[in-house]
């Protein structure tokens, strides 16, 4: 199994803002998965991304995946004070287990 | 529905005491995993179970054992807790492990060892 490595460590906007972070890894994947953490709560499944798929939507969020870099970006567009939280990737393998790194810490501003 | 349920959500423990962090899924998925999360350490899995009746190791299972009682429960035991086990522990269930379905996670477990 192998860990995402998330880039920034922590991100601080303001409201309105977007708000990128990135993930990259070191083997290959069939997919990348990517959550949310708010404080002291469990993470929540944001996105899936497949190995063969280069960009994906879901609301205000952006995934893409560069396969030959190995790394994907998370973009929250317009962000809000409510999207405050952590955010880990997770790469996944064959082994089928994920294992998360430390995550981005993002803070918005009201 | 519920999704995961951990219990309890609070604990303190001496050093040398054992307990069991219970944990149910009501999505009837078959893979079951334990994970700990220490700040500044993101999360790493402790064990696993791929399937009722499986389990495996994870990163971290040192000081740790588990068991799946059923495709619903699936618990994690410290027979002698130590300091380094303090930490929050998260149970998350997904529908099979070997295709990376995604994960579902319970609220946590915030274990304080003295």
């Known amino acids: 199994s192998q860990q995402g490595e998330e880039d920034p460590q922590a991100l601080s906007i303001q409201e309105g803002e977007n708000a990128t972070m990135n993930c990259s890894y070191k083997?290959?994947?069939?997919?990348l998965q990517w959550y949310r953490q708010n404080s002291g709560r469990g993470l929540v499944h944001l996105i899936l991304?497949?190995?063969?798929?280069r960009e994906k939507h879901s609301g205000r969020l952006r995934v893409t995946l560069d396969t030959s870099k190995k790394s994907s970006s998370l973009l929250i567009t317009a962000s809000r004070a409510a999207d405050t939280a952590s955010y880990f990737c997770?790469?996944?393998?064959?082994?089928?287990?994920?294992?998360f790194g430390q995550g981005t810490t993002l803070q918005v501003k009201p | 529905n519920a999704g995961v349920t951990q219990t309890p959500k609070f604990q303190v423990l001496k050093t040398g005491q054992s307990m069991t962090l219970q944990c149910a899924q009501d999505m009837n998925h078959n893979s079951m995993y334990w994970y700990r999360q220490d700040p500044g350490m993101g999360l790493r899995l402790i064990y696993y179970s791929a399937s009722e009746g499986t389990t495996d190791k994870g990163e971290v299972p040192n000081g740790y054992n588990v068991s799946r009682l059923n495709k619903r429960e699936f618990s994690l035991r410290l027979e002698s807790a130590a300091p380094s086990q303090t930490s929050v522990y998260f149970c998350a269930s997904s529908e099979q492990v070997q295709v990376n379905e995604k994960l579902f996670f319970g609220s946590g477990t915030q274990l304080s060892v003295l």
């Open positions: 991304i497949r190995s063969n798929e």
């Open positions: 083997t290959s994947i069939n997919n």
């Open positions: 997770a790469p996944g393998s064959n082994t089928g287990k994920l294992i």
